[in-house]
């Protein structure tokens, strides 16, 4: 702690309150309000946390003006560029990069716990066929709980750590059979000689008939979205897994709270939406339509896949998204793909407007990431489910990170309680109207 305060005059109060300020390694200082309401008896007021740091982090640091993210202090841009989503996955844990040999030991420990217990997979079969496949993974990844007993002590690192590698490891099997469940088609069992989302595809698109080959391209795109999906600080879902995590919960059901948050079309469930939206909108003729109801506060509508509450300039994994999606559709699919063309349009459109050039509102890593998946043969349903995955590893890395804090607290706001006043009950007869 550093030796700053800010100085609190209030006028209910004989003398002014200091208030020490919390510094990080970069970003802005925080007031540490931890003894406002005993010194004060008044609490902070931040609904949707607009200037509450809920927590110190070493994991993630962004900039929103400046359109920086850093994992662990490596920009996401290099990372993109030379790392892999497993080796990712390790940096947010561990706060390193691994060495060769500790890589391969990590990547040798995920691959080779993908199955998943065989009764679980009858979960499946009491969900309808055509239940969105995020409830599904909402509902089968908190049933993990039920089934490893062996390793849940929250307060034993060494069992968080193996919950935490479980996670990873089972994600994408139980998204794969979320699908396969949704087209009833059968599971399809893991492959552990293939990497991380090679096996994801392997497992969504292989058929137990025919030999299935995964393409190294459609492979290397989604590791690329995994790493840009793997960490974004304390957004929406990973705040859920800290605050449901705080009361020391069992992991797979702080997991399965994450997931509940991510599928909110405000959150993760905009890459879903966005594809809706274009597929809607059909051609460029409906773009003036589309913004003028994105720009009417009468209208819930709201341009999916654009704004951030952080970033305030250009989503620095929307620009790597893009750049891959040329890459993907050059190769994959329609290099001319209408979908892409109006996405692309639609920005510069909504770039050069008034609205949302004043409210910098930029596009996000949902508004292109769809046109890949899409390119992949990832059906619009699970794209999310896609988003989930990848988050997997930031929700277990903030969860150890919390717990790993002998200091850590249950979350427990407070509230401006704003209803009746203390009255006293009426009997039912006594009741007028
Ligand atoms: N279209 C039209 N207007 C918008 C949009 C949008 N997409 N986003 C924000 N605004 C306006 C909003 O109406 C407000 O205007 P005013 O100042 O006149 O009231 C202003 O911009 C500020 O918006 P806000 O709602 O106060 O911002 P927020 O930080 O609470 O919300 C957001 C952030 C991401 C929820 C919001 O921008 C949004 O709903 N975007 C569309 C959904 C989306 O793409 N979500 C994905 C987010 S990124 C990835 C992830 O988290 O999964």
Redesign the pocket.
């Known amino acids: 702690m550093s030796e700053k305060h800010v100085t609190l005059h209030d006028p209910d109060l004989p003398e002014p309150v200091e208030l020490p300020v919390v510094e990080g390694s970069i970003g802005p200082e925080a007031v540490d309000v931890v003894s406002l309401y005993r010194r004060t008896g008044k609490f902070a007021y931040d609904p949707?946390f607009l200037s509450t740091a809920s927590c110190t982090s070493r994991i993630t640091f962004i900039d929103g003006d400046e359109g920086i993210l850093l994992y662990r202090g490596y920009p996401i841009e290099q990372l993109a560029e030379q790392s892999s989503f497993l080796e990712v996955a390790y940096l947010l844990l561990y706060g390193e990069l691994p060495s060769r040999e500790v890589l391969e030991a990590f990547e040798e420990m995920i691959l080779h716990h993908t199955m998943i217990n065989e009764n679980l997979k009858r979960f499946y079969s009491g969900f309808y066929h055509n239940a969105h496949p995020m409830a599904v993974m909402m509902g089968v990844v908190g049933s993990l709980s039920a089934f490893y007993h062996d390793a849940t002590d929250v307060n034993d690192p060494r069992h968080r750590e193996i919950s935490a590698h479980r996670l990873i490891a089972k994600t994408p099997t139980i998204a794969a059979s979320s699908y396969k469940h949704s087209i009833g088609e059968p599971f399809i069992y893991p492959r552990n000689d293939l990497g991380y989302c090679g096996n994801l595809l392997h497992m969504m698109f292989a058929v137990p008939c025919e030999a299935y080959e995964v393409d190294p391209l459609a492979e290397k795109a989604l590791d690329i979205l995994f790493m840009l999906h793997a960490d974004?600080e304390q957004?929406?879902s990973t705040a859920t897994v800290r605050q449901v995590g705080s009361s020391g919960a069992n992991p797979f059901a702080c997991v399965a709270a994450g997931i509940a948050s991510?599928w909110g079309?405000?959150?993760?469930g905009?890459n879903e939406k966005v594809l809706d939206m274009l597929e809607e909108m059909g051609d460029v003729s409906a773009i003036p339509r589309y913004l003028a109801r994105?720009?009417d506060?009468d209208d819930p509508f709201?341009?999916?896949?654009?704004?951030?509450?952080v970033y305030k300039n250009y989503d620095p994994r929307a620009r790597i998204i893009r750049r891959v999606c040329h890459q993907v559709l050059e190769k994959l699919g329609d290099p001319h793909d209408p979908l892409f063309e109006l996405a692309m349009r639609l920005e510069e459109v909504a770039l050069s407007d008034d609205y949302f050039v004043e409210?910098k509102?930029y596009p996000?890593?949902?508004f292109y990431s769809g046109i890949i998946y899409r390119a992949l043969g990832i059906p619009v349903k699970m794209f999310t489910v896609m988003?989930a995955v990848a988050r997997t590893v930031g929700w277990v890395a903030h969860w150890m990170e919390m717990l790993s804090d002998p200091h850590h607290r249950i979350g427990r706001p407070r509230q401006v309680y704003t209803g009746a006043r203390r009255r006293d009950y009426v009997p039912l007869e006594r009741r007028e109207g």
């Open positions: 949707g974004h957004n929406a991510l079309p405000a959150h993760g905009a994105a720009k506060r709201r341009l999916m896949g654009f704004g951030h509450r409210r509102l996000n890593v949902d988003f």
